[in-house]
Structure formats: C-alpha cells, structure tokens
C-alpha cells in the first residue's frame, strides 16, 4: 500500500532564505506528484506537477524534483517571503490511479 | 467563475443528528470527489464521482452517502452523525479524473463537530 510522509511536520524561517521541503513515498509505481499549497480556512492550490517520466518542474520561486527510484520528491523555494507562510502537502497518484497525500509542512516565514 | 464552492462553511451537530453538505462547480467537470482532512493525517478519500449519476466509494466511505443528480452539483450526507465525523471536509473537482496533466480544483472546506 502507498504510503507518503512528509517531514517535518512544521518548519520556520527567516525572510529571505532558500528552504527546501521533503516528501518520500513507499511505493515507486507512480503516475505522477503533485505538491499543493493549503491556506487556513481555505482549500488546497495545486502548485506543481511532476510527471512520472520528469526530473523536475519551475514555477516561479518553486522548483519541485522527483526521484521515483529512491521515492522521493523535494519542492524548493528560492528567496522566501511571508506570503510563503502555509502549508505545503504533496500527493502521489499510484498504480490505481488514486491520489495518496502526505499529511503536510507547516511553513512560517517570519519577517 | 466561483470555481468549487461548499456549503455550510461550519456546522455542529449533535451525536445521532443528520445533516447533508452540499458542493458545487461551475468548471463543467466531469469528476467530483469528498475528501475528509484530519489533524496529523492527508486528506482521506470518501466517495468520489466520474460523471452525473455515478457515484463510487474511496478509501473510508462508512458513515457516508453522496448523490450526483447535477453534472454540477456533489451532495455529501451524514444520516447518523459520530463523534469520530468530526473533520474538515474537502469536495474536489477534476476535468479528467487525472490524465496528463489534470490536476484537481478544491472547494474552501467545511469544518464539523460532532458533540
């Protein structure tokens, strides 16, 4: 059974510094990752696609990379900002074309 | 365009009591789905929907019914409430249930208590 973890849990820092978030799942029979943005008392913004044959993908401030043979994936963000402040979660959509979450990082970015 | 929309946005119930949470799309998607969102844990399918008049079973759908009379519409029904229902609940929608690049489009969430 799929299984993602993200670790840790929460992480602060300060403006302006590069970060980088963590996500492993267990199996690497993927279609492919996602990484998603959660604000409080709102839904989930996809912020990134990976397909299962890519390395990785931009956007902005954002790189996400994968590596479906040691089952990982990393979203990193350049030049950090309070807006940044969220939490981050990413998805695997496995063998059964199902999407398995990780339970997500908190992200604060202190001014 | 609204995107995904959930209604009610809190609710507390009692133990025992009903209550139906009502989703909506204005994307034209095929595809609709419920997520629950518990503290320390991803989100958690419950019942999903491949197009009107279909509804399928996700991951932890017990407890759970779902109606998908409107192309546009995904309803989510508690008949006897428990205090283990107490969650934050996600509806999603997806144009392609996934394909290529398909990614899903989510409501605000609705946040119920079960006392």
């Known amino acids: 059974k799929q299984e993602v973890t993200q670790i840790p849990a929460a992480l602060s820092v300060p403006e302006g510094e590069n970060l980088v978030l963590n996500c492993s799942f267990t199996d690497s029979a993927i279609y492919n990752l996602q990484w998603f943005r959660q604000d409080p008392g709102k839904g989930l913004t996809s912020l990134l696609l990976i397909q299962s044959s890519q390395r990785e993908q931009t956007s902005g401030r954002l790189n996400a990379s994968l590596d479906k043979s040691s089952g990982r994936s990393t979203l990193y963000i350049a030049a950090s900002q309070p807006g940044d402040s969220a939490t981050y979660l990413c998805a695997v959509r496995d063998s059964n074309y199902q999407l398995i979450w990780g339970a997500g990082t908190k992200l604060i970015i202190k001014p | 365009n609204a995107g995904v929309t959930q209604t009610p946005k809190f609710r507390v119930l009692k133990t025992g009591q009903s209550m139906t949470l009502l989703c909506a799309q204005d994307?034209?998607?095929?595809?609709m789905y419920w997520y629950r969102q518990d503290p320390g844990m991803g989100l958690r399918l419950i019942h999903y929907s491949v197009g009107e008049g279909t509804t399928a079973k996700g991951e932890v759908p017990d407890g759970y019914n779902v109606s998908r009379l409107k192309k546009q519409n995904f309803l989510l029904g508690l008949e006897s409430a428990a205090p283990s229902q107490t969650s934050v609940y996600f509806c999603a929608s997806s144009s392609n249930g996934g394909a290529g690049t398909d990614t899903q489009y989510f409501g605000p969430g609705t946040r119920l208590t079960v006392l």
């Open positions: 994307m034209n998607h095929e595809y």
